[in-house]
C-alpha cells in the first residue's frame, strides 16, 4: 500500500528539519497553534498564535506570544490583505499597564477605533522580550465592523511594531515589514480529541529537503510506502497529524494524502517531483 502526499508552497524558501523553539510565554491550555512568522535565519518563532474556542457558547480565545517588547497586530481580513480587516492591536507599557483595541481597517493606513468593542481582552504581560496577548470574542458578533468566525478558512493578518506607542492614537506608528497574513481553519479541529486506542502504532514520513521555486504557487508529490509491520495484517487508521519544521508553517497551504495502488517502488516511493510537470504523472 503507498501514499503519496502533495504539499503547495508559496515564494522561494529552503525546506529544512528545525528543532522545536520553545515560547517563553506559551500556554499548554490551547489546543491549536500555528507560528505566523519566524526568523529564516535560526528557525526562531517572532509570532506564535494559540487558540481554543467553545462550540457551546460560540467563542473563541486566542494568545499571541510575539517577539517584541512594542505593540502586535491581528485580525481577520476578506483577501490577506489591511483594508476592509477586523483587527485588535495591543501592547503593554513600561508600568506593566496593557492596552487592547478593536478596530477596523478602511485602508492601508492606521485603522481607526471600532465604536463597538467586541474583542475582550484577557490578559496581557511582557518578559523576555516577548509580549503575551490573551483575548476573546464571539464568533459572531452582528457588528458590521467584525468579521464572522466561521467553519472554514479564516484569512489571519498580524503585524507588530519595536516600540509601544507614544499614546493611544498609534500615531506615527509603522510595522514595516513585520507584517504578514495566514490562511487558518480556526473552527476546524476537535478541542478535546477522543484518546487513541492503547495498542496504537504510529509511524512518521517525512518529504526530502526541497528548495521551493520562484513560482507563486508549487505542487509537490511524494511516494510513500507504509512501514510493512503495519501492512503485515488488517488495520484502520484512526489519526493523521501534520508535522511541519517551527519555521516552514508559513509556506505550506495545504496537505492531500492519497492511497495509491501502482506507484513503481523504483521510480515514485521516496521520490519527490512537481506534481504538474512534463514528467511528473499523478496516479492514484
Not at 481580513?77 to 495591543?90: A, F, L, R, Y
Not at 503593554?92 to 471600532?114: C, E, H, M, N, W
Not at 514520513?205 to 510493512?228: D, H, M, R
Not at 508553517?249 to 510537470?277: A, F, K, P, R
Request: aromatic letters at 10%; a neutral charge; glycine letters at 8%.
Amino acid at each position: 500500500m503507498y501514499y503519496k502526499a502533495i504539499l503547495r508552497f508559496a515564494m522561494w524558501w529552503q525546506l529544512a528539519l528545525m528543532g522545536t523553539s520553545l515560547l517563553p510565554l506559551a500556554l499548554a491550555s490551547f489546543p491549536f497553534s500555528s507560528t505566523l512568522a519566524s526568523d529564516q535565519a535560526t528557525g526562531q518563532p517572532l509570532y506564535q498564535l494559540q487558540w481554543t474556542f467553545d462550540d457551546v457558547m460560540k467563542t473563541i480565545t486566542f494568545n499571541v506570544v510575539v517577539h517584541t517588547t512594542g505593540w502586535v497586530g491581528f485580525g481577520l481580513s476578506p483577501n490577506g490583505g489591511m483594508t476592509g480587516s477586523d483587527v485588535v492591536i495591543g501592547w503593554v507599557s513600561s508600568d506593566g499597564k496593557t492596552y487592547f483595541q478593536d478596530r477596523y481597517a478602511l485602508a492601508t493606513a492606521t485603522p481607526p477605533i471600532d465604536p463597538r468593542q467586541d474583542w475582550i481582552l484577557l490578559s496581557g504581560s511582557e518578559s523576555n522580550g516577548y509580549t503575551n496577548l490573551t483575548f476573546t470574542r464571539k464568533w459572531i458578533t452582528c457588528d458590521t465592523r467584525d468579521r464572522d468566525i466561521q467553519a472554514d478558512t479564516s484569512k489571519v493578518v498580524f503585524s507588530w511594531g519595536s516600540a509601544d506607542p507614544a499614546d493611544t492614537s498609534l500615531s506615527g506608528q509603522d510595522h514595516g515589514s513585520n507584517r504578514g497574513s495566514v490562511s487558518l481553519n480556526l473552527l476546524g479541529g476537535l478541542v478535546n480529541p477522543p484518546p487513541q486506542p492503547s495498542d496504537a502504532k504510529n509511524f512518521t514520513t517525512a518529504v526530502n529537503e526541497v528548495a521551493i521555486p520562484v513560482q507563486t504557487t508549487t505542487y509537490w508529490c511524494t511516494g510513500f510506502k507504509l512501514p510493512s509491520d503495519i501492512i503485515a495484517q488488517k488495520r484502520y487508521i484512526t489519526k493523521i497529524s501534520p508535522k511541519i519544521s517551527p519555521n516552514n508553517g508559513m509556506y505550506v497551504h495545504h496537505i492531500l494524502l492519497y492511497q495509491c495502488l501502482s506507484l513503481n517502488e523504483t521510480t515514485d516511493v521516496g521520490m519527490g517531483s512537481n506534481c504538474i510537470s512534463a514528467t511528473t504523472t499523478i496516479r492514484s
